[in-house]
């Protein structure tokens, strides 16, 4: 098997082949064979889908660890990574020097996290990581600009970064069977997000109102659950409660009219130093931890109903799914509600979903 691989390898570097297909071999390193001399820098789609890799690091000479720190980046035309079906654990943070990487499969494999790295291939239009140990995602995966296509189905997932919501080509996001219990209060704000599917999150009830209209997946949420068993700001309607993200401080309601301090100085602040705030090196004339800053370059999300950026407060109403024109799309499988997270008791009394 040994001299099948070098050979088919050799060949591909002396015919400078820009597809290579692996699959099946039963590897249990990534071969090194890849990476020596030249030649493969023309390749540009690679598949090794249904092997036994446990990581993408490479171990060399007994007894000492050897990481290659060029060793996947060495690839540089590389457009396309297939590592579906192995029992990967680690992703080596030199998967980030594939600038020229669009499509990356990772499905089916044992990951419990991605390296930040990720968030620079600026090229990348496909990202599956379903079915893996996925706690959560890295925030930098906003960085991805060309992103389109992201599938986490089958992981661990209890929280997705509002900086996901930053994404301007996301497409089609699909978080099917984690275990989500809220959503970002952005999500589903850019126009070019257009599928969402978050069926079998069974903690999960309420979809943030700019989904509507949209194309949503969200059979199987909505299970009962003790307020009690999570440590999140929750709120309820009739018989319905709804989780909010951990960031969010404050729930306001329609009887209160004055802003918190706090969140008044925030939106103060966010708007005389928009204009600054793509640097989060700058440093305003008052003295902020990071933590702020990257709260005003991101905040917790924007008003349904007039776009305000909120920081720490947010007044919510809900629409249950069942009362809207979507409700024979799901045929009773959900018991999900709309949530406009508005700025004010203003904006609160004033939005209508439907309208």
Known sequence: MASELCKTISVARLEKHKNLFLNYRNLHHFPLEL??????????????????????????????????????????????????????????????????????????????????????????????????????????????????????????????PRHLCQLPSLNELSMAGNRLAFLPLDLGRSRELQYVYVDNNI?????????????????????PIQVSEVKLLSFSSGQLTVFLPAEVKAIGTEHDHVLPLQELAMRSLYHTYHSFLK??????????????????HCPLGHCHRCSEPMFTIVYPKLFPLRETPMAGLHQGRTTVSFVAYCCSTQCLQTFDLLS
């Open 203 to 223: 903690h999960l009830k309420g979809l943030p109102s700019y989904l509507y209209n949209k194309v949503i997946g969200c059979s199987g949420c909505g299970a």
């Open 35 to 160: 990476l020596k001399d030249e030649g493969l820098q023309y390749l540009e789609r690679l598949y090794m889908k249904r092997n036994s890799l446990t990581t993408l690091v490479q171990y060399l000479h007994s007894n000492n660890i050897v990481v290659v720190p060029e060793a996947i980046g060495s690839l540089v035309k590389l457009q396309c990574l297939d590592l579906s079906d192995n029992a990967l654990e680690i992703v080596c943070p030199e998967i980030g020097r594939l600038r020229a990487l669009r499509h990356l499969r990772l499905a089916n494999n044992q990951l419990q996290f991605l390296p930040p790295e990720v968030g620079d291939l600026k090229e990348l239009q496909t990202l599956d990581i379903s079915t893996n140990r996925l706690l959560t995602l890295p925030e930098r995966l906003h960085l991805c600009l060309s992103l389109q296509y992201l599938t986490v189905d089958r992981n661990r997932l209890w929280c997705v």
């Open 279 to 296: 640097d989060l090196n700058f440093l305003s004339p008052i003295s902020l931890p990071r933590s702020l800053l990257e709260l005003l």
